[in-house]
C-alpha cells in the first residue's frame, strides 16, 4: 500500500501561485500520477495527471496556468499553480495507480484564493 502526503496548499490571492508537493512512501516511478481536487458542493474533477514517461494531461480549465512534474528520485509529484482565480479553491487531492491498476489517494490539501 502507498502513502501519499500532500503539502503545500493555503490562502492566496487571485492572480498568485502556489507550488503542492504529493511525497510518496514508496518507489513511484512506474506508476501514473496525478491531482484532482473537489470544491464543496461538487464532483471530484481531474486537475493533470503525468505518466512514468514524463507525458503530461491537462484540465482545459488550467491549462496554461497548472504544471505537473515529477521527481522519481523523491518520489515527489509536484502541481505548480499560477495566475490562480477564486474557482481554483478546492480540496486538491493527490493520487496514483499502480501498474496492476490500483488506485490510491491522499488526504487532501485545501487551496483557496480570495478575490
Known amino acids: 500500500q502507498v502513502k501519499l502526503v500532500e503539502s503545500g496548499g493555503g490562502l492566496v490571492q487571485a492572480g498568485g501561485s502556489l507550488r503542492l508537493s504529493c511525497v510518496a512512501s514508496?518507489?513511484?516511478?512506474?506508476?501514473?500520477m496525478g491531482w484532482y481536487r473537489q470544491a464543496p458542493g461538487k464532483q471530484r474533477e481531474l486537475v493533470a495527471t503525468?505518466?512514468?514517461?514524463?507525458?503530461?494531461n491537462y484540465a482545459d480549465s488550467v491549462k496554461g496556468r497548472f504544471t505537473i512534474s515529477r521527481d522519481n528520485a523523491k518520489n515527489t509529484v509536484y502541481l505548480q499553480m499560477n495566475s490562480l482565480k477564486p474557482e481554483d479553491t478546492a480540496v486538491y487531492y493527490c493520487?496514483?495507480?499502480?501498474?496492476?491498476?490500483?488506485?490510491?489517494w491522499g488526504q487532501g490539501t485545501q487551496v483557496t484564493v480570495s478575490s
Open positions: 493520487h496514483g495507480r499502480d501498474v496492476f491498476w490500483k488506485d490510491y
Open positions: 514508496r518507489n513511484i516511478a512506474s506508476n501514473v
Open positions: 503525468i505518466t512514468s514517461g514524463g507525458s503530461t
